[in-house]
């Protein structure tokens, strides 16, 4: 990789977002897109469309920018809830680490790297590497620089890391207070439910609750096997997957709203099958039924307090803990209904294959990054495959600095829905914790398949036969030695997949086709656009990798950080614009994607040490690359007391702020009010059918209320 | 080490063995020695002491054996207590799968090691070779019966731990039923207490209890800085240590009961030295006095159901998860009162700095092991130290068979009284959880510096300037090729340090010899005799460590299996005697120690697994390499597993048998019984003070109790 082939990148990348951008600020204006860009606020009925003249409409403007910028965080919390907040509070924090960063090491850093005298050749090659650490003399005193700049990142990360998980911590708890009505403070799920002969389920759950919890048991609601429904589905989602995969090659952010699409559809098709079959009805006829055939050994217990909810949640009912498992219930739109019906005794299985599954995954995932770092380094092609040597020095540029990490982003797009797949399958039973967890897969992978891998081949790719590897020792140092080499191929990547990502992200191209045939080809006058929701999955991945790019390169080749800062600006406004207008939020996390976000820049942070240290020591510096270790370790106690601070919180409700609101709501009556709400708040089979099982669960708690207060009398 | 060594080193100690029990045998018949070895059961006020005459006293016999064979496991359950019979589980785990695999081992893999021809060479280096796995050809047919035995070996393995898993959560489990009236279950421990201005801790105290837990909460008792006290009892402590460790060169089971005697003596002093200090008078007059001072900010908290107590422990109770920390209550004897004061905040520094000192503590043992190593091969010492080599042939032999193992003992033996101060340190609330983290300690450094040290060092002092290490699989393969060539050290480490270390336990000698200085130098009429408890924290490790050595060898050199069984035989009478008849039981800790045992099992089985795979793939006998690498697979499955199913009951009870008894206890009126006992049964301040301060809540229960009851009429 040589300077004109990145600045040819960069000028390619450039022009296409700025042309992208101004074509997005034209298009939102046009009222035939109203639904692809303004999902969200069509969906809360306060449409944002002003009357534009025509000639208006056709000249670009910065006017969402200004939108985007003003919105305040109760604006986004509003629109995207506390995930969508916590996700630009992860934006926030690299714009703020990486402005730090840049002030130091571009201003401190870059210059003795440049002024170094270790680099005496002057060839292509060479020519970036004048600006990284490899230019600096073994014994040099200009590394001091680097060690300084190391230092304050460290400390200013550890600084605001602490403040933001704190502020998440808060807002989770508020969180509670804030919402005191929903349905999933008083209710939990029950797994597990162990089966008597000659008992259907529902009875075992009534007689163990309303034995040991009789004060504050109010009633329960079992799940039921869908069959058919369950089956449909199933194939449904197989088929629609494979249709996606063969659609992938169209772009960048196809792969996120795809991953979303999945659900969309399946819940769309499921619809249209339940409205055509009878089979449902034969239980909600009767769902207290003795046959304990088609119910699943699963239920929604519902309690009176939020006390007693969460005390159930947190306790073991048995001898065998694989029996009444309890956990908080997700929201009810949060449900994944399907995985409900897993034995509990088969999760850990399933768990352990999605795990092998993953690995594999991985191994296989090897070959297109392998091809693609056969691309960066066209040098080695062409003395294997001598037509490359055709090709003329202006495309050649243009392949070895462009191309590459288009095919990456290219073969990268399928990898969240397959994480998602194996979320599906690992059982987890609310949608928001399967994105949760196929998030966290993700960005193991991209850790592991995109950075460490690029790496490390392109170490072996550039060594290979020039020196043989003979030890532990010999090792690190090559890695050390290598690692600010790759600094170009990793400029292009932000460029190629971040800045260009986000470009994909505003646009929408995919719905945006899919709109203008339904509405010029088909002639439907109310047009395509969907609901979606944020695609977590793919976007805190990739905001964390580039984090792990800038802490990593930060002091060692610095060119990086003004390109890192310019993706994270744009990624804050494209992204508070899109969760202000287009996605909505059924479901959230509460907050619980920062902690991912914190272990992955701790994790980033210890990549820097060990990288610095090793370097250090490579330079005969000794001292710093000692304190450098010494750093490591610090980071890893910053990390142990932040867990122990701050984690239990996340897994937890303090008891005081429960029994204060079930207190408040006692005295204020309120809690006649929640109570039947919250029975006919969770149901199986959509909103089709008039007479679902929690009606007569309402019906039931009136009868016994009135009993009740007729006893209080 | 040759032949003719490891015999010498078996014939002294099988007379050593075999002397020493004979002399155990005579020595327990002497009425002097009534206090040293029936400790317990003097305790008990059952003194079993026959009227030998004085002919019979003086003959060996065997009684003491078949005593100990005779007892029933409820008899040791009686006088050891939960972990005493999980103690005896382990050996007897260790018994069974050991007998399986010396049947396998010794009668087919044994002859095939023996007409293997790989080793050429007949000089004496060779001879113990002769027996291993190394004298096996690449390729050959029989290492299809080393194949055989391994997996028969794990399967066995997997069976068994299993079945001893259930078997210990359920004994777990029953333990709470067995004593409905121990006040742990009633109390819990709070730590972390808030420090309101103008308000004593006791006062925050009650009023959270009181407004949260109204119905269920009693009373509760503040813990007081002992000052004075603590501060000499820390001084006496240190001064004890500096004794003990000075006199540790004695002998083998020295350790473990001076890791007890610690705490005895510590009290003794403390109890002296109480009683002559009038200080803490000051606040037994009254203890809710206004000054928050000499608080501490820590509690114990009474319920007045079970139920309450563990719902208690197991919540957040406010949005800080440092402040209002719960956990179950210890025993009354378990409390250990000098680390109740240990502000909450600290704790996690203190574990990182115990933590960084284990570290530190284990990198700086390796000079006593690298010189032990040095013993073992002699023929280097030879060449570097050249009066050596006067020593004549016997001298040698003994030398080199014997004394390499004594050394490493008697440096093994100062390492339980620095993990149990480092346990100390950490800053546990209870005595048992104190000898259960001491005893992880000395797990992980037993494993690491006995045997994964002794291996490497090995290699690298035999193979230093034969080769060069040249790369990873380099490295397996001489790790691999000289594990089987460490076996004569490990058959000469468990002779010394196993058998007698069990001989050494069994007689005593320090208590022995104190006691006669006691009766026939000082001529006091009692004689000496101190209760302690079992040191599970020197002779678990110990037991543990065997078993690693015993997976790790079965298949690669039988020849250390007898050893190992005649080991275990005698751990089994020894053990179960000293149970009986020596040790008291004040704490344990329900059975904790099994899921220890069967981590480390675990770990043993996959070194085992490891180890035969790299040796198999050496052998190139690829299959089996390759099934033994998926049997590692399988072992971590099978972990997890039962990590899943059984490990919850370690750290919970289960809610119905908790509610089941509060409920007996409620009909039969039991509950008026137990709770005004409840209340005075966790004294801080010895039992000196006729008027301690759960006297004065006693008393308030009974007031409150009888106002309640005017309540209710």
């Known amino acids: ?147 300084f700049a190391l230092y304050v990142v460290s400390i200013s990360a550890y600084i605001l890391l602490y403040v933001e998980f704190k502020s998440v911590a808060r807002l989770r708890l508020e969180q509670v207070i ?37 004060s504050s048991y109010l009633a329960h609601q079992m799940v039921y096997r869908s069959g058919t429904i369950q089956r449909l589905m199933m194939d449904a989602e197989k088929m629609y997957n494979v249709l996606k995969e063969t659609t992938i090659p169209e772009g960048e952010s196809e792969g996120p709203s795809a991953g979303v699409v999945v659900e969309e559809a399946v819940e769309g098709a499921t619809n249209a099958i339940q409205a055509i079959t009878p089979e449902p009805e034969t239980h909600h006829k009767n769902p207290h039924k003795k046959d304990g055939k088609e119910e699943c050994a699963a239920a929604f217990v519902f309690f009176r307090t939020r006390y007693a909810a969460m005390v159930a949640s947190k306790t073991i009912q048995s001898y065998d803990p694989m029996l009444w498992v309890i956990d908080f219930a997700p929201e009810p739109h949060d449900v994944y209904w399907a995985n409900l019906c897993v034995p509990y005794r088969l999760l850990w299985i399933r768990k352990t294959l999605v795990f092998m599954g993953t690995v594999v995954f991985s191994v296989w995932f090897l070959l297109p990054t392998t091809l693609v770092q056969g691309l960066v380094n066209l040098d080695q092609l062409e003395d294997h495959f001598p037509f490359f040597r055709n090709l003329s020095e202006t495309y050649a540029n243009i392949v070895s600095g462009y191309l590459p990490s288009l095919v990456l982003t290219c073969f990268v797009l399928i990898v969240p829905p397959i994480m998602l797949m194996f ?4 059982g987890t039973v609310s949608r ?105 999955h793919t976007e805190v991945p990739r ?128 809690i006649e009010e929640i109570l039947p709400r919250l029975l006919s708040s969770y149901y199986q089979f959509g909103g089709l059918h008039g007479n679902h099982p929690t009606d007569l669960l309402a019906a039931e708690y009136k009868t016994f209320n009135s009993a009740d207060a007729g006893r209080k009398t």
Chains 1, 2 share one sequence.
Request: positive net charge; proline residues 4%.
């Open 1 to 147: 990789m040589i300077l004109p082939a990145l600045l040819t990148s960069a000028g390619f990348n450039i022009v296409i977002c700025v042309g992208f951008f101004s074509l997005y600020s034209i298009l939102r204006k046009q009222p035939v897109n109203l639904k692809v860009y303004f999902g969200q606020r069509l969906a809360q009925l306060k449409p944002e469309q002003k009357n534009y003249y025509f000639g208006q409409r056709l000249v670009p403007s910065a006017g969402w920018l200004v939108k985007a910028w003003e919105a305040s965080d109760d604006d986004i919390y509003r629109c995207g809830g506390i995930d969508g907040l916590v996700f630009i509070k992860m934006i926030v924090f690299s714009i703020r680490i990486f402005s730090v960063a840049s002030v130091l090491c571009i201003f401190i850093v870059l210059p003795v790297n440049l002024f170094g005298q270790a680099i005496q050749e002057r060839d292509a090659e060479a020519q970036m590497d004048m600006f990284t650490i490899r230019n600096v003399q073994a014994g040099s005193k200009g590394l001091w620089a680097h060690f």
């Open 178 to 214: 804030r919402f005191p009505t929903k349905p999933s403070h008083f209710t939990v799920l029950v797994r597990g439910i162990p089966w008597c002969p000659g008992e259907a389920y529902s009875e075992t759950v009534s007689k163990h609750f309303g034995s040991y919890y009789e």
């Open 423 to 426: 979320a599906t399958l690992e």
């Open 432 to 536: 928001s914790s399967r994105k949760k967890s196929a998030c966290c897969k993700c960005i193991i992978f991209f850790f592991w398949n995109i950075f460490f891998y690029n790496l490390f081949t392109g170490t072996w790719w550039d060594r290979m036969g020039k020196l043989t590897v003979t030890g532990l020792k010999d090792m690190a140092t090559l890695v050390g030695s290598l690692i600010p080499g790759q600094a170009p191929f990793f400029m292009t990547y932000i460029m190629t997949t971040g800045w260009a990502s986000l470009a994909y992200e505003l646009m929408q191209p995919f719905v945006l086709i899919i709109n203008w045939i339904y509405q010029f080809v088909l002639l439907r006058k109310e047009g395509y656009g969907d609901l979606y929701t944020f695609p977590y």
């Open 543 to 670: 905001a964390l990798l580039f984090g792990l790019l800038g802490f990593t390169y930060c002091i060692l080749s610095p060119l990086i950080l003004p390109f890192l800062l310019v993706y994270y600006f744009f990624a804050y406004f494209v992204y508070r614009n899109q969760l202000l207008n287009v996605y909505i939020t059924r479901y959230n996390t509460n907050g619980s994607y920062w902690p991912i976000a914190h272990n992955a820049a701790i994790f980033s942070l210890i990549t820097m040490q060990a990288v610095a240290s090793i370097i250090f020591g490579m330079k005969d510096f000794v001292t710093a690359s000692t304190l450098a270790f010494v750093l490591i370790i610090f980071t890893a106690l910053f990390n142990l007391y932040c867990r122990h601070k701050f984690l239990p919180l996340f897994n937890n409700k303090a008891v005081q702020d429960l029994i204060e609101m079930d207190r408040h709501d006692e005295h204020s009556g309120k």
